[in-house]
T-cell receptor, first 116, second 112 residues
Framework: NAGVMQNPRHLVRRRGQEARLRCSPVKGHSHVYWYRQLPEEGLKFMVYLQKENIIDESGMPKERFSAEFPKEGPSILRIQQVVRGDSAAYFC??????????????FGEGSWLTVV | QKEVEQDPGPLSVPEGAIVSLNCTYSNSAFQYFMWYRQYSRKGPELLMYTYSSGNKEDGRFTAQVDKSSKYISLFIRDSQPSDSATYLCAMSANTNAGKSTFGDGTTLTVKP
């Protein structure tokens, strides 16, 4: 892919702790998307952000989950008070600031969260 | 009922075979259709992006969309062991492919 960087790649948290996942989009991309993938399932859209704005968070759980994409720095997906059901792969994708994203969307390698 | 249903697989074929991967959907608003390839423990990689009904070809890959039947397919010709991966279909109602609804994926193994 064209360089969406996610870290950490693997994260282990105990129940009740916080998880912070970071995503640096492709240089020049100002649109960021977060997806969650449970084992043996497809990706589920969570949130769509542009710089300093949440555009669509229709896929975000109402509690414990939040996302931001500040003017400077990476996008952050934050999960508070993690539970076992939060164990999943979290993928970030980015696209450029044009009306047509089409085939110019790139995914990162994912962050695998395990809650023990 | 899920908006996008994908043939679950797994699928195992000999090298050189033609592979057919399929998805059905229920949301008539979907206009843009995508196929992604995902290797184990990696992020999805966009393979094909098509708009509305019709066929699109790219090398050994052909994407087919039949909106009247709400059915899409990806064909892989002359399959190679390197094609072994999980294939995900995805759809969106607008040009923003970033907000897509995905199928659960079909795992393909191509045996040498």
């Amino acid at each position: 892919n064209a360089g969406v960087m996610q870290n950490p790649r693997h994260l282990v948290r105990r129940r009740g702790q916080e998880a912070r996942l970071r995503c640096s989009p492709v240089k020049g991309h100002s649109h960021v998307y977060w997806y969650r993938q449970l084992p043996e399932e497809g990706l589920k859209f969570m949130v769509y952000l542009q710089k300093e704005n949440i555009i669509d968070e229709s896929g975000m759980p109402k509690e414990r989950f939040s996302a931001e994409f500040p003017k400077e720095g990476p996008s952050i997906l934050r999960i508070q008070q993690v539970v076992r059901g939060d164990s999943a792969a979290y993928f970030c994708a980015s696209s450029p600031p044009s009306g047509y994203s089409g085939n110019t969307i790139y995914f990162g390698e994912g962050s695998w969260l395990t809650v023990v | 009922q899920k908006e996008v249903e994908q043939d679950p697989g797994p699928l195992s074929v000999p090298e050189g075979a033609i592979v057919s991967l399929n998805c059905t959907y229920s949301n008539s608003a979907f206009q843009y259709f995508m196929w992604y390839r995902q290797y184990s423990r990696k992020g999805p990689e966009l393979l094909m992006y098509t708009y509305s009904s019709g066929n699109k070809e790219d090398g050994r890959f052909t994407a087919q969309v039949d909106k009247s039947s709400k059915y899409i397919s990806l064909f892989i010709r002359d399959s190679q062991p390197s094609d072994s991966a999980t294939y995900l279909c995805a759809m969106s109602a607008n040009t923003n492919a970033g907000k897509s609804t995905f199928g659960d994926g079909t795992t393909l193994t191509v045996k040498p």
